[in-house]
């Protein structure tokens, strides 16, 4: 049974998006405030990934992939500044930064699609994480549109499971990135 | 020096200025209500929660200070909750403490336990939990200082009971540093190259309109406005969130733009080739349709929150600074106004043609409601403050009275939350007691919160209440007759029941009726001498009247309909 999607998004390969890079202060709510922003003002959000910030362990840094086609980029990023909580905001546009996402998935396996499977794998790049008689799991930390083929891919085998974190990025070196807001 | 948390929260308040409180005790709250018993600032006890956050935004509105408000936990809590989306809406500073439960019982459904803070995330500007009782100065601090800053706004203290009964070593933050808010910087100058980009706007304009929004008296702009329109001659529109803003019997102002703004002011936004939008943010009862609004405008937007910049209408300049340093700069940057003589033929013939009307005054029937406003306003002291509700007589008193200062209309304008006029009249009243204070308010709204006149009689707050009593939701009828074939639905309320002057006597006000316009005119005068305690005058009203000019919602401005002696015979 393939589960049912909450709300059906689309890929950011097919939409305007842009990758903001949110310096927060490390407080309780934080991220209800910036998830219930983009809620009340009709905001999309395709991804987010939340990790304390280099800099210091008071604050943590939020990786949101937005799709600019559900409200202009400069809206999102004015009423997102105006939140006491968030300290600085960077967008980081597709062509200037360097994005990951990691992928896992635990595919049935039997002899019928063993070796295919293992090329599959093989040519992604991806690596064997977990094994047992039945079934292995994959894990490829790879850019986004990477992760998306190796998705399609493996949709031709029978999957258990299949989660991707949603994407973490930083700014191409030598392309410095434009901060929007201090 | 040692304290409670109790005490370091009155203490803290006291450190803020805090005068008044309007507020309500029980529970949760209860460990702080005790120091405030020694303490020199002024508690209003409501009799209801929406009522103490009504007052304490009148107590903003008229003085320009932060109101505060102060209730217990749960219940307590969510009947200030609209009083927050209100100052939400219209940028009102405020401060709400609310009680809370125990730490140690916070997530576990305790009694009178509710996540105000989760409720309020969206309708405040911010809000605190506190944890402890040390970090009690700072966050009072940081709340003053976030309510009042920047684009102001209500923000709210959550305080659990065990942390206001804990103690703590006192101290109070002495820099803005020491409030620990990296990621708050109101402060913004206005940059040179755009207000010159603005003022060559401005130079090259043939149609250009001075559209007064309520940062303009949030930012306490009145005299530079006045200076620059003066120097400048460009026409002034004042939004309802700026009435007052700039004198109504200046020859330049046009009056209040919008769905039942004067003709002049809607048409002349409308046909403008440049607006000069001052601490506004193209509302859309501003606007009406907007693909149809102002069409041939360029726009230069001044405002604070960045965020109002192309929300709504692309700008062709803007700039981020509060409205007084904005009309400085512009102001410095302008070296050769436009001529405007054009200009002001049209909108001189526009006035002539089109002033406010309705009906004859002395109706033979029932009284006319503008004519009740204007009888208040002729025979009211200078400087009087008007405080209102929402509807039919909001609108009727923001076009009938003539506002000439700030501070002098206190209105619920973008939540339109009904029942606001009586306890933002009383909190008006707190905050400039030699003031007269007149609440137009309309039979639905009084029904909502007249029971804060019990509040303003025990507590000794005198403001006089003028009930335009029509006996029916009258801006919903209006709607209803004009728009659903006169198909009235659940818009009665009967002009007897209640008995409105038992009522009032009953709070302990004077009572009065009016239904004709000598009565009329008695009852206002009587009002008027009566200096110890609050009057209620039950208007008896025409509930055919409408309010015009009207753009019909979803309409463009094009389509504003006057009074109905004014429009073509065709």
């Not at chain 2, 007589?393 to 939540?415: F, V």
């Not at chain 2, 006149?453 to 403001?463: K, M, Q, Y």
Request: hydrophobic share 45%; with cysteine.
């Amino acid at each position: 049974m393939t589960p049912e999607p909450i709300e059906t998004a689309a890929s950011p390969a097919n939409i305007t998006h842009h990758i903001l890079s949110v310096l927060v202060e490390n407080k309780a709510g934080v991220l209800a405030r910036i998830a219930g922003l983009f809620a009340r003002r009709g905001f999309n959000i395709y991804s987010l990934a939340v990790a304390p910030a280099e800099i210091h362990e008071r604050f943590s840094r939020i990786t949101i992939v937005v799709d600019a086609d559900s409200a202009p980029l400069e809206q999102i990023v004015g009423q997102l500044n105006k939140l006491v909580n968030v300290v600085d905001i960077t967008d980081l546009s597709p062509t200037d930064a360097i994005e990951r996402e990691l992928l896992l998935a635990t595919i049935t396996t039997n002899v019928d699609v063993q070796t295919n499977l293992m090329e599959v794998i093989a040519r992604a790049n991806a690596a064997i994480v977990d094994v047992d008689a039945h079934a292995v799991t994959v894990a490829l930390a790879a850019t986004p549109q990477a992760c998306d083929d190796f998705e399609r891919t493996l949709a031709g085998f029978s999957q258990v499971e299949l989660h991707r974190t949603g994407r973490v990025a930083l700014p191409r070196l030598g392309r410095p990135a434009n901060p929007l807001a201090e | 020096m040692e304290l409670t948390g109790a005490q370091a929260l009155i203490k803290s308040l006291e450190m803020c200025g805090v005068e008044t409180i309007f507020g309500l005790p029980g529970g949760a709250i209860l460990p702080v209500y005790d120091p405030l018993i020694d303490s020199p600032i002024r508690h209003i006890l409501v009799r209801h929660e929406q009522g103490a956050g009504h007052m304490a935004e009148g107590y903003a509105l008229a003085t320009g200070k932060p109101g505060v408000a102060m209730v217990t936990s749960g219940p307590g809590a969510t009947n200030i909750v609209t009083p927050i989306a209100n100052a939400h809406m219209d940028s009102t500073p405020l401060v709400v403490i609310t009680g809370q439960v125990p730490t140690s019982s916070i997530g576990s459904d305790a009694f009178q336990e509710c996540d105000i803070t989760g409720i309020t995330m969206g309708i405040t500007k911010h809000n605190f939990l506190l944890q402890s009782a040390q970090d009690i100065p700072r966050v009072v601090a940081a709340a003053f200082h976030i309510a009042t800053t920047g684009r102001p706004g209500p923000v709210l203290v959550d305080i659990p009971k065990d942390v206001a009964q804990s103690t703590m070593t006192w101290w109070w933050p002495e820099t803005i540093e020491e409030l620990d808010l990296p990621g708050y910087q109101p402060t913004v100058s206005v940059n040179t190259k755009d207000a010159k980009d603005a003022a060559d706007l401005i130079a090259a304009a043939s149609r250009p309109v001075l559209y007064v929004g309520g940062g303009t008296l949030k930012s306490q702009a009145t005299v530079e406005l006045l200076a620059f329109a003066e120097r400048t001659n460009i026409p002034v529109v004042t939004t309802l969130m700026a009435r007052g803003a700039f004198p109504d019997s200046h020859v330049q102002h046009l009056g209040m733009p919008g769905m039942h703004g004067m003709y002049t002011a809607v048409m002349a936004m409308q046909r403008s080739d440049l607006l000069i939008s001052l601490g506004a943010r193209f509302d859309d009862r501003v606007t009406g349709r907007l693909d149809g609004f102002a069409p041939e405008a360029k726009i230069i937007h001044v405002d604070i929150d960045a965020a109002e910049f192309n929300k709504i209408r692309r700008a062709d300049v803007t700039l981020q600074s509060n409205v007084r340093d904005a009309i400085v700069a512009l102001d410095a940057a302008l070296v050769t106004p436009p001529d405007l003589a054009s200009w002001w033929t049209t909108l001189r013939d526009w006035q002539e043609r089109y002033p406010l009307a309705y009906d004859e005054p002395e109706n033979k029937g029932l009284l006319r409601p503008q004519a009740v406003v204007e009888a208040i306003y002729e025979r009211s002291a200078p400087g009087t403050i008007v405080a209102a509700g929402v509807g039919q007589h909001q609108m009727w008193a923001a076009q009938h009275w003539k506002y000439e200062s700030a501070g002098t209309w206190i209105n619920s304008g973008g939540a339109g939350t009904m029942g606001f006029g009586v306890p933002a009249g009383i909190g008006a009243k707190v905050g400039r007691p030699d003031a007269t204070v007149w609440v137009i308010d309309g039979d639905g709204c009084f029904q909502m919160t007249a029971q804060e006149l019990v509040t303003a009689r025990s507590e000794g707050i005198p403001i006089k209440v003028a009930i335009l009593n029509n006996a029916y939701l009258g801006m919903v009828r209006q709607w209803q007759e004009m728009f659903y074939e006169e198909r009235y639905s659940e818009v009665y309320l009967s002009p007897d029941l209640p008995d409105y002057v038992k009522w009032a006597e009953a709070m302990g006000c004077v009572g009065l009726r009016a239904t004709t316009p000598e009565e009329m005119r008695a009852a206002i005068d009587t009002a008027n001498t009566i200096n110890d305690v609050p009057v209620v005058i039950d208007f008896r009203t025409d509930s055919s009247e409408k309010v015009f000019p009207m753009v019909p919602s979803g309409a463009s401005n094009d389509g504003i309909v006057v009074h109905h002696s004014q429009r073509d015979p065709s």
